[in-house]
């Protein structure tokens, strides 16, 4: 029984490890330039005003499909 029990922890604990952290990306766009990007982390926002276009993109790759989105709807004046 106890190597049982020993054996379902080192599976959970092994289980647990090998789930990647999930990271946030977000399209936000600069009110003063007009200039979009992807950022980084969706939680942590930029200091000047800014509008956020999407938020939680599971991917950089897709947040900078957003942004190309974006760029091609004229919702950007730029893409940095």
Do not use: N
Request: some cysteine; charged content about 20%; overall charge positive.
């Amino acid at each position: 029984m106890t190597k049982l029990a020993i054996a379902v922890g080192i599976l959970a604990i092994s289980m647990a490890a090998a789930i990647p952290a999930r990271a946030d990306f977000a399209v936000v766009k600069f009110k003063d330039s007009g200039q979009c990007r992807a950022w980084s982390d969706s939680k942590t926002r930029p200091t000047s005003h800014y509008q956020l276009l999407w938020a939680k993109e599971p991917t950089w790759e897709a947040a900078q499909a957003k942004g190309a989105w974006a760029m091609k709807h004229h919702w950007c004046k730029g893409w940095h």
